[in-house]
C-alpha cells in the first residue's frame, strides 16, 4: 500500500519487504541482515531498536529489508536467520549484566544504516550492560590496538534507545579491529564473571 | 500550585485536575479517557506514553485531564474507569508478545491528542509488540479497506517510547475501518498464536 | 585514549575517570557522587539516565568523574560507594511501584549537572512510579511548603529515559525544602501502601 509505503519512508519501487525483528538482541539481528543483504539483491531500508522487556539492559529491533522481487526478500531473510547462529555467538550473559561482541573483516550496508560505518572496511562492535561495564570495555579496545573510532553510544547521549548499554563501534585495519575486539571481550569475561555467574555464549564464540 | 501548573504546561484555569495512569497499557486507557471527555465537561490536557517493567514490549501511560469544577474531573475519571473493561477487551497476550485493537465510530478529544486523528471521525487502532508483528498487521489493515492512515509509530521513529511496537491508526468510513481493524485481528491472533500460547483477550472482545 | 575522550565529549585534562553506574537506581547514585565530588579534587563529567529491566517502573544510571589525577577519581568512587547507603535511604517499594525522596541542605555539582539545581543551596528531589502517584507527590509538595521548583519531569516531557515516572526537583529554604520532601513522602507511603504490601526503606530513612 502506497500510503503506507510513505509513512515508513518506503521507496516505492520496493514492491515486497522483508522485516527481521527481536525480542532480545540487536547486534546479532544487524550483523546477520548484513550477511544476507551481501547475499542478495535487496537494501537495508531501516534499523529500529527498541526497548523491550525481555531484553534486559540491553535492545531488541526491527530491520526492515526491501527488494523489487518477492523472491529476493525472502531469501536475504532465510540467509539472515541461517546466520544469527553464528552473529550470536559472542553474546554473553549472566543474572548481573551482559556482553556482546561483533566483527566482520567487510562491513556491508546494514553495518553502515545502523552504526555509520564505512562499508568494504572491516568493523568491531563492543558492547556492554550495565553501561559503565561498557565504558571500561570501551577504554580497553581503543587502547589496545591502532583503531578508528566509528561511534560511541551511550544511554543518554543517543545510539541507544536510552538502554542501560555502551556500545563502541571501530573500524580499521581488519588485524587491529580484531585485537581490540578480543581484548575488549578478555576483560568483559573477567568484569561480568565477577559481578555473577560465568558468563557462558549462548551459542559459540566465533571472533 | 501555580508555579506547578506552569512546569506541567497546564491553563491556570484548570482548578482541577484528574489523572489516569497505568503500569500496563496506554490504548484502553485513551480509549477510556476518549468517552469521559465526551460523557463530562472536561477537556484532555497531555497524554504521555512511558516505558514500564510490567509493560512487557508495550507501554504504560499518563493521562491528565482539566476541569474547571472538581466534581467534573472525578466524574470523568469515574467513567474512564467503567470503560476501561470494555477498552482491553481487545487486548491480547501470549509469551511471544501482545495485541492490542481499538475502534470508535466517532473520536474525541483524548484520540485527537494522543494520536492526531479527527474529532467526531471513525477511528481504528492497530498495535502489536513485537515490532515485527506490528509491520504484518498495519500493511494487512491498510489493505483489507479504504481507509485512511492517521499515523505510523514504530521504535525508533517516534510515537512510542522506544517500545518494541508498531502501532497504525486510521480514519475513515466507519465500516472501513473497522474492516480493518478486523481484518488485522484476525491475522495477529493467527500470528501471535503460532509463536506461543493462544493468545486470549484480557476481558471480552468488543470489536 | 584521546580519541575516546572526544567521543565521549571529556576534557583530556582529566587523565583519570571514575564510573559508577546501577541497574535499579539513578538518584541515590547521583546524592552519592554530589557527597563524593564535595570531599574530593574531582568533577561530574556527565550523569545519563538508564531503562534497564531491572529498574522497575525506574531508572538505571551512569555517571563519569573525572580527575587529574587517578587517586582522587579512585576516592570520590570509594566515598560514593560508602554515601549510597544513606541516599538509599528514601527509596521505598512494593509491587505497584516505588518513591524516592532525596535531601540535601547543600547541593554541589553532581545534582546541577543533573537536575539543573543551583549550587551551594537547598535541594530536595520527590519521585514515584507510576507517574501518576508522583503527579499527586509533586503536587502534595510544592502546597506544604513555600519552595521553588526547579523541574518536574515526566514520562513523556524530558527528564526521565521514558520511565513511568515523575520527577520533582525542588530548592529554597532548607527547613521549606526540607517540609516539602517529608510532606510528599507521607502522603506517598500513603498511596502506595494502599495498592500493595507496606513499602518498605530499603536501608535506613535519613530525611
Redesign the interface.
Known sequence: ?Y??HE???IDKKYRS?G?????TGAGPEIMAIDEAVKATNTEVL????????????GH???I?IGSEDVSDARRAIEVALETLNQTNGDVYSNEA?HLEFQYTARASFAIEKAFGAPVGKSFGLICA?????G??L??TA??AANV??V??A????GGT??????I?TITGDSGAVRQAVIAAREIGLKLLGSMGADPVSVTKPYI
Not at 522485516?19 to 525480542?23: D, E, K, M, N, Y
Not at 550492560?129 to 561495564?133: S, T
Not at 534507545?161 to 555502551?166: I, L
Open positions: 500500500d500510503q503506507l509513512k515508513m519512508n519487504i522485516i527481521l525483528g527481536a525480542r531501516s534499523v529500529e531498536l527498541a526497548r523491550d522487556t525481555k531484553g534486559g539492559a531488541g529491533s526491527l526492515i549484566g550492560g550495565p553501561a559503565a561495564i565504558v571500561v570501551a577504554d581503543v587502547k578508528e573510532v561511534g560511541y551511550s544511554p543518554g547521549n534507545a536510552h538502554s542501560n548499554e555502551v563502541l
